[in-house]
């Protein structure tokens, strides 16, 4: 395999580039350290992420940005051996504070995961989850209303409007990794993870869920792990760049694929490795 | 390069041959040895049965009689160890997959695998010991519980692999969404697992239906329909066993006819559940 020299041309949405950086920190992060055992996955990280804007985290393989992204829920708890250094604030609250409601925190952060993950009920059934476990709705005709509204918002509503009852797991993997956007939507999050999630999706589904995410962010903070270069400059409007667990450079994501301060980022965007 | 083989190729695909025949073999070997068993009992069996035979209770020889009295008391038996063996057997499973952690957990899983090989005559003579001498009397309940004691490793185990097989990224999409572990466990991962863990219950109601030993000691066995749940109580497998090695030809007849019937409840019992928790997404 030859190396490659030529610079791919990515095209950034004029939108973000007329977007400042000066919205309100919806999620600050001070100092974090994150380790796996003894291995430390990430090194002092300090970033902020403005309120209802899209943030893209780009980098190879291993670089920790999903890792970091789990940090934001804390979905880390679940896996034994973790430890968490340094201070991540959600509206100036520490989530790692001791006595902090992760139920409640994850009410307030939603995720979408790589792979969907639709649970084995009906298409219904899965919007309804976590309106029926956070008992968010006082009757039926109020839940029925939130998980129509959720499902027009992740733009699936028209496909699936005639078959609530069946499985979820008839859809095709577009729909339903809408269908799990849908899901997070329901609860209405304040801020949105979303890791890679149109990795596993052809052209056609990464587009709707590309134009979703752009339609979103008008409500939500959302933040986004890619792989996909192309995919963050057309999403985002800020972009963070990791390697090897460290944060590397963050800035609009205009300046970033046209003229990033970083050589190592710039290494990596022009596909001199990773 | 069009179909040209070279010799690697060859000895490749007479290997595969050979072992795609072997394993071919060995399943016809199986599934006959179990075609005849069940053709074999089938024939003997079928030859007693009679509306009168299912119904009435044992009689001296001669003058025919039945064995009502111990499909009734096999269901009561079964119903005893399922009340008792299932929730158990399931809550340990879920503790193992689910809950538990580290030295504590690998310890109580080592613990279910020994229970699993232990001969069933031992936990017969254990609920003797146990049951049966402070209260005095064989009595069902015993028989139950004794049952319920070698259902429990076996539920236990088959529950934790089948909730092991739901895959992480369900947990976490739950967990995201808001929901306490164990809404987790009870909304999620245990219906996904449910037709898994019916599965592994069936096994287990399947494999106590066959046993006796167990029995000998504690149900007993009785030749009335049961009254009461703290009096010894009939059994098919007992009722079997006595019969088989009774010197009466008759019996020996009445011992088939009864094994065929215990196989068909089992079979029924299978059946059933199959269809209860069939999936449905």
């Known amino acids: 395999m030859p190396v490659q020299t030529v610079v791919p041309k990515i095209e950034v949405r004029p939108s973000s580039t007329a977007q400042a950086v000066t919205g309100k920190a919806k999620v600050s ?16 990280i300090s970033l902020d992420i ?14 920790g940005k999903s890792t970091f992204l789990r940090t934001l829920n804390r979905m880390n708890d679940v896996i034994p051996a973790t430890r968490v250094g340094g201070q991540v604030l959600i509206d100036d609250r520490d989530i790692y504070a001791p006595g902090t409601d992760v139920v ?11 792979k969907s993950n639709p649970f084995p009920k009906s298409i219904f059934d899965n919007v309804a989850y976590g309106l029926r476990i956070n008992r968010v709705t006082k009757n039926n005709s109020e839940l029925t209303g939130r998980v129509e509204e959720a499902l027009k918002d992740a733009a699936l509503w028209n496909e699936v409007k005639d078959r609530l009852k ?7 993997g577009g729909q339903q990794q809408r269908l799990c956007i849908a899901r ?4 209405r999050p304040e801020v949105l993870l979303m890791d890679e999630p ?33 995919q963050a400059a057309r999403v985002s409007d800020r972009t963070a760049f990791f390697l090897l667990g460290k944060l590397i450079e963050v800035n609009s994501t205009e300046k970033m694929f046209t003229a990033p301060s970083e050589k190592l980022t710039e290494d990596y965007i022009t596909g001199r490795f990773g | 390069m069009i179909a040209t083989y070279n010799n690697a190729d060859r000895t490749r695909r007479a290997v595969s041959a050979v072992m795609t025949s072997l394993t071919a073999l060995c399943t016809l070997l199986a599934v006959s040895a179990l075609l005849i068993i069940l053709s074999y ?3 003997r069996g079928i030859g007693s049965l009679s509306f009168q035979f299912l119904t009435d209770v044992p009689r001296p020889v001669g003058e025919g009689g039945g064995i009502g009295n111990a499909i009734v008391g096999s269901l009561v038996l079964l119903l005893i160890s399922s009340v008792i063996g299932l929730p158990v057997g399931i809550s340990v499973g879920v503790y193992l997959s689910e809950v538990g952690r580290g030295r504590f957990t690998d310890g109580v899983r080592f613990i279910v695998d020994t229970l699993t090989g232990i001969p069933s005559i031992v ?13 005095k009397h064989f009595s069902a309940l015993s028989g139950g519980v004794a049952l319920a004691l070698i259902m429990v490793p076996i539920v236990a185990r088959t529950t934790e692999e089948m909730l092991k097989l739901v895959p992480h990224s369900m947990r976490e999409g739950a967990l995201a969404l808001g929901a306490p572990q164990w809404r987790v466990t009870l909304g999620v991962v245990i219906p996904a697992a449910a037709p898994g863990i019916a599965t592994g219950a069936m096994l287990a109601i399947a494999r106590i239906s066959g046993e006796t030993a167990p029995l000998l000691f504690t149900a007993f066995g009785s030749r009335f329909f049961p009254s009461s749940l703290n009096e010894p109580i009939a059994s098919l497998t007992v009722q079997i066993y006595n019969y088989a090695i009774s010197p009466y030809d008759e019996w020996h007849a009445q011992a088939w006819a009864a094994t065929l019937v215990l196989m068909t409840l089992v079979l029924g019992i299978n059946i059933i559940v199959r269809f209860l928790t069939r999936k449905k997404f």
């Not at chain 1, 069946?166 to 095709?172: G, K, V």
């Not at chain 1, 990795?199 to 890619?226: G, N, Q, R, W």
Request: with cysteine.
């Open chain 1, 198 to 230: 149109a990795s596993a999706l052809d052209p056609i589904a990464t587009s709707k869920i590309e134009e979703l995410i752009f339609d979103l962010k008008a409500h939500y903070t959302i933040v986004i792990v890619t792989h996909n270069m192309q």
């Open chain 1, 184 to 187: 997070a939507l329901a609860i």
């Open chain 1, 29 to 44: 992060v001070r100092d974090l350290d994150f380790f796996y055992g003894r291995v430390q996955a990430l090194h002092n």
């Open chain 1, 104 to 114: 409640e925190l994850r009410r307030k952060v939603g995720m979408v995961f790589q």
């Open chain 2, 41 to 43: 009992i089938a024939w």
């Open chain 2, 123 to 135: 936990t017969g003579v254990f609920v003797y010991a146990i049951l049966v001498l402070p209260m």
């Open chain 1, 166 to 172: 069946t499985s979820a797991l008839s859809l095709s």
């Open chain 1, 50 to 63: 403005p309120e209802r804007m899209v943030m893209a985290f780009i980098g190879p393989s291993g670089c």
